[in-house]
Structure formats: structure tokens, C-alpha cells
């Protein structure tokens, strides 16, 4: 059986309202979805080859491009990209945002990524109204702000359930995170190792 590539892929976490209730975007994927069917997640997905010729607006911060290497400006553009995609709010560039996970989707699975996750405050990124939608694609419904403590009890992803504890615990901070989890799944056994 021959395994499916991975692809390069940038989640965006948009967190508002952290100084009081922190609340989180997520969006369901459809039922027919080929990867992660009916599941809630975080607007993101694969990195296109354009992404690598786009220059992201803003002060790219230098512990997370250390952590990220050469790939990081298309990282950050793919992230940039698929949140106004699939969610229709533009980010109004990269200062603020943190590279706080990693995951590699485990072998068997008809879709692999290699996916980085942002975290930002939309407070601070978007300059728009954060509960409009409407320029949003269809590949994400049910879009919402949910407040983090009520995330749990939505149909995620195992590896989301692991980013939301991440999350909780960055939340209240501006601060890139000390070192970063990642979820190396590229062969068939799990390994978890930190990107310091």
C-alpha cells in the first residue's frame, strides 16, 4: 500500500475576549469531507506553492521564525490565506501571531499534513467586525466563537483536544510559548518531542 504524501499545512487559533472569557473560531467541516468528516477545527489547511511568493505584511517574530526555519514566511502566509478563505476576516498581518504547535497526521489516513498552529489574539489582528462571515468559502459551517471552557463538548479531532489544553495555557499571554509541542506522527509510531 503506498502511504499518502504529506503536505505542509498552517492552522490558524483565534482567541478574542481573553482578559475576560476567552473565546475560540471554529467551523465544522462538511459530512462528505474526504478528511476529517462532520469534525469542528481551527480554519487552516494545506501551504500552496504561491505561498511561498507572498510577502506577509508585519514583524515576524524572531523566536518563532528561528523555531519555523527557511519555510516560515509561507507558513505564514498559507495561515494568513486560509483564514480569509474559510472564515471570510482578514488578519491584518503576522505581528502577534505565535507558532505554538506542531502535529504530522498519523500513516492510513486519506489526507497527511504536516500542520503548524498559530495562536492570536483577532482583538488585535482583525480590524473588522469579528461575527462577520459572510465573505467566508463553504468549507467550514457552523462558524462561531465559542467560549474555550465549552470547546471540548464539540465533535473535534483527537489532536484538537491536545491543541486546546496548549491553548488554554497561552491564552492569558502575549508571549511566544517556551518551546513548542510536536506531534510526530510520520511513521507508524508516535513520537512527542518539543521545538525549543
Avoid at 499545512?9 to 462532520?38: E, H, W, Y
Avoid at 498559507?78 to 480569509?84: G, K
Avoid at 496548549?166 to 511513521?187: C, G, M, Y
Wanted: charged share 25%; aromatic share 8%.
Amino acid at each position: 500500500m503506498i502511504d499518502t504524501p504529506i503536505r505542509d499545512a498552517a492552522s490558524v487559533v483565534l482567541v478574542r475576549d481573553a482578559a475576560t472569557v476567552p473565546k475560540i473560531l471554529m467551523g465544522q467541516r462538511g459530512k462528505t469531507a474526504a478528511f476529517m468528516p462532520n469534525k469542528y477545527v481551527f480554519p487552516g489547511g494545506a501551504v500552496d506553492p504561491e505561498d511561498a511568493q507572498t510577502q506577509v505584511v508585519g514583524k515576524k517574530s524572531e523566536i518563532c521564525q528561528n523555531r519555523l526555519g527557511p519555510f516560515g514566511p509561507a507558513l505564514l502566509a498559507a495561515a494568513l490565506r486560509e483564514t480569509w478563505e474559510e472564515t471570510g476576516l482578514a488578519l491584518n498581518g503576522c505581528d502577534g501571531l505565535h507558532y505554538f504547535f506542531r502535529a504530522i497526521t498519523p500513516p492510513g489516513r486519506p489526507r497527511r499534513f504536516d500542520a503548524r498552529f498559530f495562536l492570536g489574539n483577532a482583538d488585535a489582528l482583525i480590524d473588522t467586525d469579528l461575527d462577520d462571515f459572510s465573505k467566508a468559502s463553504d468549507e467550514l459551517s457552523h462558524l462561531h466563537w465559542v467560549p474555550l471552557p465549552d470547546a471540548r463538548a464539540l465533535n473535534l479531532p483527537f489532536i484538537t483536544e491536545v491543541v486546546l489544553a496548549e491553548v488554554e495555557a497561552l491564552s492569558k499571554t502575549d508571549a511566544p510559548p517556551a518551546s513548542v509541542p510536536f506531534f510526530d506522527n510520520s511513521t507508524g509510531v508516535s513520537r512527542f518531542l518539543r521545538i525549543s
